[in-house]
C-alpha cells in the first residue's frame, strides 16, 4: 500500500506541473483527491492491514494528500496570476488615444419657442394654462360663439370621436374653461399652449397636428390700445427691436374687433422681397377683444369687463425665426435638422 501511496503522489505532481489551465487541474484534484479518486480508494482498503501499519500508512496518507494539495493551490495561484496578467495586457488603455465624444441631444426647437414665448408673457403677468386635447363640442366651438352650424365651424375641419367630442382645433377651450372657473368676478390674464388638430393635407406650410398659443387678458378697462402694446412687445422680443408691427381688420367670431397682425420683414427691411411678396410685412398672429357673447357665457359682465385675445403658431414663429421653409422638417426626427438649432 506504501507503494501505492507512493506512486500516485508522484503521478499527481507530475500532472499538476504539466498542466496550463484551470479547467485541467480541477479534473485533476478531483481525480487523486476526491470522493471517487485515486488517494481516496486506496485508503479504503486500509481496513485489510494490522494495528501496527494503520497508523503509519494512515499518516503518510495524510501527508501525500497535504503535498498533493499544495501544489495543487501552488498551481492555481500561479495560472490565475497568469490568465490576469494575459487579461490586462489584451484590455490594456492607450492614455494617448483622443476621447471618444458623447452625442448629448437637447430641447426640440419647438419647445425652444414655446419656452421662450412662455417666459416673455409670464414676465408681463401672465399664468400657463393647460387643457385636454380630446374637447367637448361645447368648449371648442358654443363656448366661443360657434354655435352649431355656424358657417365659420367650416374654416376649422375637426376631426370628431362623438357628436360631442372631438380632438380640439385651436387652445381657445382652454380659455373659455377657465373664465368659467373664475366665476366671471376676476380678473384672467393667460396664456395656453398646446397640441391641436385639424383636418388638412400636410405640405411645406400645412400640418393635420401642430402647436398653438393664445393669450387671454380680461379685466375691468381693457382696450384695444392694450392689446396692441403687448403685440408690438412681443414682436421685438421675438424677432428683434427694429420690428414693426400693423394691424389690420380681419374677422373671428370670438373676438369683435378682430385683427391680424403682420410684422415689418426681417430681409428687406419693409422693402419689398419675395419673403414677404414684395409687400415688406409678413402675417404673424390673429387677435381681438373678446365678443361680449364670449364673456357673458362665461359668467362676465360685459358691460363692466372687457379683454382681448390673440392666438400664434409657434411653428410659424421658429420658421420666419430661422429661415426655415418646410413645416414637416419639426415632425420627421432628422438628427441633421435639429443639431442646427441645440444653442439656437
Not at 392694450?226 to 400693423?246: S, Y
Request: charge should be negative.
Amino acid at each position: 500500500m506504501k507503494e501505492q501511496l507512493e506512486a500516485i503522489q508522484q503521478e499527481a505532481l507530475e500532472k499538476i506541473n504539466t498542466v496550463d489551465n484551470l479547467k485541467e487541474l480541477q479534473e485533476i484534484r478531483v481525480a487523486y483527491l476526491g470522493k471517487k479518486g485515486s488517494l481516496t480508494s486506496v485508503l479504503r482498503g486500509m481496513g485489510q492491514l494490522s494495528k501496527e501499519e494503520r497508523p503509519i500508512v494512515g499518516e503518510m496518507a495524510n501527508r501525500i494528500r497535504e503535498a498533493i494539495t499544495a501544489s495543487l493551490d501552488e498551481k492555481k495561484e500561479a495560472l490565475e496570476k497568469e490568465a490576469l496578467e494575459k487579461q490586462l495586457e489584451a484590455e490594456a488603455i492607450d492614455i494617448t488615444l483622443p476621447g471618444r465624444p458623447t452625442n448629448v441631444g437637447g430641447p426640440h426647437l419647438l419647445t425652444k419657442i414655446v419656452e421662450e414665448i412662455e417666459d416673455l408673457f409670464i414676465g408681463m403677468g401672465y399664468e400657463v394654462r393647460e387643457g385636454p386635447e380630446v374637447e367637448t363640442d361645447y368648449f371648442n366651438f358654443e363656448a366661443l360663439n360657434l354655435p352649431k352650424d355656424h358657417p365659420a365651424r367650416d374654416m376649422q375641419d375637426s376631426f370628431y370621436i362623438t357628436n360631442e367630442l372631438l380632438l380640439r382645433t385651436h387652445t381657445s377651450p382652454v380659455q373659455a374653461r377657465t373664465m368659467r372657473k373664475y366665476g366671471g368676478n376676476q380678473p384672467v390674464k393667460m396664456i395656453c399652449p398646446g397640441k391641436v388638430y385639424r383636418r388638412d393635407t400636410d405640405d411645406a406650410t400645412h400640418s393635420h397636428q401642430f402647436t398653438q398659443i393664445e393669450g387671454l387678458y380680461v379685466d375691468k378697462h381693457v382696450r384695444m390700445s392694450d392689446l396692441k402694446g403687448t403685440l408690438d412687445r412681443f414682436a421685438k422680443k421675438m424677432f428683434g427691436e427694429e420690428r414693426k408691427i400693423r394691424l389690420r381688420p380681419s374677422f373671428f367670431p370670438f373676438t369683435e374687433p378682430s385683427v391680424e397682425m403682420d410684422i415689418s420683414c426681417k430681409v428687406c427691411h419693409g422693402d419689398g422681397c419675395s419673403v414677404c411678396k414684395q409687400t415688406g410685412w409678413i402675417e404673424i398672429l390673429g387677435a381681438g377683444m373678446v365678443h361680449p357673447n364670449v364673456l357673458e357665457m362665461a359668467g362676465y359682465d360685459s358691460n363692466e369687463y372687457t379683454g382681448f385675445a390673440f392666438g400664434m403658431g409657434p411653428e410659424r414663429i421658429a420658421m420666419l425665426k430661422y429661415g426655415i421653409n418646410d413645416i414637416r422638417h419639426f415632425y420627421t426626427n432628422d438628427r441633421r435638422f435639429l443639431k442646427q438649432y441645440h444653442q439656437a
